[in-house]
């Protein structure tokens, strides 16, 4: 919807857009400073589950995730960052269930696909499929008074959705009970994606509506001449609660 255009502006640079999932969608609800406090990890190498049975083909290093995990952690108040070796699944299951994180911010890749066990996001032992996602996810929410408030879905085609989810795997995570998701309709450049994540999580530290901060930044991306192109930031969608 960002990408509409009167011939003189984009309605990004207008509006803040937020897409629903109708009554699924939790009331929005302001994130508070205080509540900035978020479980990081990414893969930035290769790993062994790229080389799963169930994963596609050829995947490959995504670059800039150091730089972007570093610069998410700089406008955080409180996180636990997880990198390559250290971002395992039992870590990911454990941690979100022992530890009272607002924000998920995963770096890495992931696929959506009509088929569930394809559906999947990697961390660096295995791919979590859709359904293990969406375990963890309605685990802490029903171990936690205030659940997961803001989920980053920093990778490649994660909000790309087909006739069984419009919305994906951001679909599947804001029905598992994450007020708000932010994800990609397809693969992002690294240095732009640091640099609208660096943005935005300054803007949330700010006092800025979650909706407010993602237009912010992507005006940002619009700003400089190379990262003006639609590919660098309309890519990124937030999905369910705005505030």
Aim: net charge positive.
């Amino acid at each position: 919807m960002g990408l509409f255009h009167d011939g003189k502006n984009y309605l990004i640079e207008r509006y803040g857009i937020t897409g629903t999932l109708g009554s699924r969608m939790q009331p929005p609800k302001l994130l508070k400073e205080k509540q900035l406090k978020a479980f990081i990890a990414g893969l930035s190498k290769i790993s062994p589950s790229f080389y799963a049975p169930n994963a596609p083909k050829g995947l490959k290093v995504l670059p800039g995730v150091e730089v972007e995990i570093a610069n998410v952690k700089k406008g955080i108040t409180s996180s636990k960052v997880f990198l390559n070796e250290d971002f395992v699944s039992p870590m990911l299951d454990k941690e979100l269930s022992t530890d009272d994180f607002s924000i998920i911010h995963l770096t890495t890749h992931a696929q959506f696909s009509s088929v569930p066990d394809r559906t999947m996001i990697f961390a660096w032992d295995k791919p979590i499929t859709v359904s293990e996602f969406n375990d963890l996810l309605k685990e802490k929410t029903q171990s936690s008074q205030e659940g997961i408030e803001l989920l980053v879905l920093s990778a490649c085609q994660t909000a790309k959705g087909n006739k069984r989810s419009a919305l994906g795997m951001a679909g599947v995570a804001v029905q598992a009970g994450a007020r708000s998701t932010i994800a990609t309709l397809w693969q992002v450049d690294a240095d732009s994606s640091a640099l609208l994540m660096k943005e935005f999580y300054q803007r949330l530290k700010d006092g800025f509506t979650k909706v407010e901060a993602l237009r912010l930044a992507q005006l940002q991306l619009i700003s400089n001449p190379q990262s003006q192109h639609p590919s660098h930031w309309a890519a990124f969608l937030l999905i369910g609660g705005w505030l």
